[in-house]
């Protein structure tokens, strides 16, 4: 990690690292999860959760998702997201209590959660913005990851900065104010092995947009 792109916030919780991104607030607590909770977490949330690999139409072509998911949440929080219609799951009691600690470390609500898992480093996630209508302005976007390290990668949409961050098991990553509006994020690919990691971003789907 390199420590240079990063700023410490003042009124953040000591373990938080602010990230230096302009018009953006992205915050790290690489310790939200103690390792052995981490793990315990992952094999649960793995085992337990009803994954699915999603298809997606692209010019008249149709692919595999590269990645599995699972979109869990309240009744009401229903969701599109690259053109798919996903209707929540009940929460489990693991996402649930999840939940309820990324509500108190962010003094904020989350009604669902999309989980991802990455098998391998074949898996991965385009560049996007979490600025779907139904998340209403400036969402706050609990990220939260489990099992093996993988790097978000950042580029700002005018200026082209760009920007890594390795996301180790235990960590939260919160995204707020304008980070959708001016940044994307991905998941690029790996060629080295690398074993298989689960992220859950817990988010507030507003229910009538
Ligand atoms: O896997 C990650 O860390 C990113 C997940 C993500 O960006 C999303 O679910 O929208
Ligand atoms: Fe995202």
Redesign the pocket.
């Given at each position: 990690m390199q420590q240079d792109l990063f700023t410490h916030g003042d009124d953040q919780l000591e373990t938080c690292i602010r990230l230096a991104m302009p018009d953006a607030d992205v915050c790290y607590y690489p310790d939200f999860l103690s390792a052995d909770q981490a793990q315990h977490y992952f094999n649960v949330i793995q085992d337990s959760l009803l994954w699915h690999q999603e298809q997606i139409s692209l010019y008249g072509k149709t692919f595999q998702m590269p990645r599995l998911q699972a979109w869990y949440g309240d009744k009401e929080a229903r969701y599109s997201y690259s053109n798919l219609n996903l209707t929540p799951n009940v929460w489990t009691a693991e996402l649930l209590s999840l939940k309820q600690r990324c509500e108190q470390q962010c003094a904020a609500v989350f009604n669902s959660v999309?989980a991802?898992l990455?098998r391998d480093g074949q898996d991965s996630?385009g560049k996007?913005a979490?600025d779907e209508a139904e998340l209403g302005q400036q969402p706050v976007i609990a990220?939260l990851?489990l099992g093996a390290t993988?790097t978000?990668l950042f580029s700002h949409k005018e200026t082209k900065q760009s920007m890594k961050l390795p996301?180790a098991a235990g960590s939260l990553?919160v995204m707020k104010g304008t980070t959708q509006q001016f940044w994307l994020?991905a998941?690029a690919k790996r060629k080295t092995a690398v074993a298989g990691r689960i992220?859950l971003?817990f988010r507030y789907i507003y229910p009538d947009i």
């Open positions: 999309l991802n990455y996630m996007h979490d990220s990851s993988r978000l996301l990553l994020h998941i992220n971003t």
